[in-house]
Every structure is written in C-alpha cells, then in structure tokens.
C-alpha cells in the first residue's frame, strides 16, 4: 500500500516552487490543475489539485482553508536542515529545539497554511523524567 496526501488549492505554482526549492522535492507529474511532487529519495509524495475542477468529483473540489493539518518529514540531520532552510530566508515558526521524549526538530509553513515539522528522531534522554 502507498498513500499520498492531497491538497486541493489555487496555490499550485506557489507550493510547487516552495516544496522544490526550500524542500528539495521533484516533480513527479504535473499538468494544468493538478501537481504531484516526491521526496528527495521517491519516499513518499504530495499532490495539489486546482479547486473546483471540472475533471473532479464534488469531494474533491472545495479549497482546503490552511488549518488542521501538518506534515511530518524525517531527516538525517536536522541542524543542517535548520540551517538550510534559514539560508533560504524561509520563517521558521517553531525554533530548533530538543523535546523530552527524543525528536529534535523544527517548524516551519508551506504556502497553503500547512505546519511542516523537521525532524531528526532519537531515543528519550534516560536523565529527563518523561
């Protein structure tokens, strides 16, 4: 089984340039409404769909309105993500840190109002109560 999360948005161009060159995500198809990127490694995927679309099902017409909804990726090293990224000049809305239960991560938004958490997974630190 594979899975690919969808967003349905007038955002398209925008997402497709902030997912390829913040992200450094490919393009793996895209035509005039719909957009489908991979990861760096072909890992996983995201799809942006034009809203209202006449090629579309009633389901999948509405805009997404930017809330309740984040998106978690997995990194190797996330300083130098972070850093990466904050060359970019990309706002970063959760600063570096280290939690009690082991991720070290960061946050930042895509254009369409979606939380986009980096992080590097570790096992809790045993000094710190969890």
Request: charged fraction near 20%.
């Amino acid at each position: 089984m594979k899975m690919n999360a969808g967003v349905i948005t007038s955002r398209i161009k925008e997402s497709k340039d902030f997912y390829t060159g913040v992200l450094g995500f490919g393009v793996t198809f895209e035509n005039d409404f719909y957009l489908l990127l991979h990861t760096p490694g072909h890992e996983a995927e995201i799809s942006f769909l034009l809203p209202g679309h006449a090629s579309q099902q009633p389901l999948f017409q509405p805009t997404f309105q930017g809330k309740g909804m984040y998106l978690t990726i997995e990194v190797e090293d996330v300083k130098s993500s972070y850093a990466a990224i904050q060359a970019k000049g990309v706002p970063i809305e959760i600063d570096l840190r280290q939690e009690p239960w082991g991720d070290h991560h960061f946050a930042i938004i895509d254009p369409n109002g979606i939380g986009i958490d980096i992080v590097q997974y570790a096992a809790p630190d045993a000094t710190q109560d969890n």
